[in-house]
């Protein structure tokens, strides 16, 4: 629970472009590239590959860990809620669900029993 509240500093990072992400990247893979290949006898091209592929297998993993990580995003202001009048019901266990407020004309149905719930129709008053 503590990493979700310390994500509102993250944005400040995640304003940056991505070219400037990435050239970051690539000096840290040329540095360490030319510092192991000067170091070991190891040929150029198996330490550059290598390094290459180590950095992509990093960013990808960390893509998957942000998705775990990412908090959804922060509520509405109340006067840009519109008024609903939907009835949603679980096709697996029958419940029945009313939204009245939603942050949009047709907004997506809620989940119940791990599946989205199915409209059974706007209420007319
Ligand atoms: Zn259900």
């Not at 590959?49 to 960390?62: E, P």
């Not at 990580?69 to 697996?92: E, F, H, M, N, Q």
Request: include cysteine.
């Amino acid at each position: 629970m503590d990493e979700i509240e310390e994500q509102p500093t993250e944005s400040a990072g995640k304003s940056r472009p991505w070219w400037m992400r990435l050239s970051v990247w690539a000096v840290v893979i040329v540095v360490s590239g030319i510092i192991i290949h000067s170091v070991f006898d190891i040929p150029s091209r198996t330490v550059f590959g290598a390094l290459i592929l180590g950095a992509l297998i990093l960013r990808v993993g960390f893509f998957f860990l942000q998705q775990f990580a990412t908090p959804p995003p922060a509520p509405p202001d109340p006067g840009t809620l519109r008024k609903v009048k939907l009835l949603y019901r679980c096709s697996i266990c029958g419940t029945e669900v009313r939204m009245t407020a939603a942050n949009d004309e047709d907004p997506e149905p809620p989940r119940h029993c791990m599946d989205d719930m199915e409209l059974v129709a706007p209420i007319m008053e």
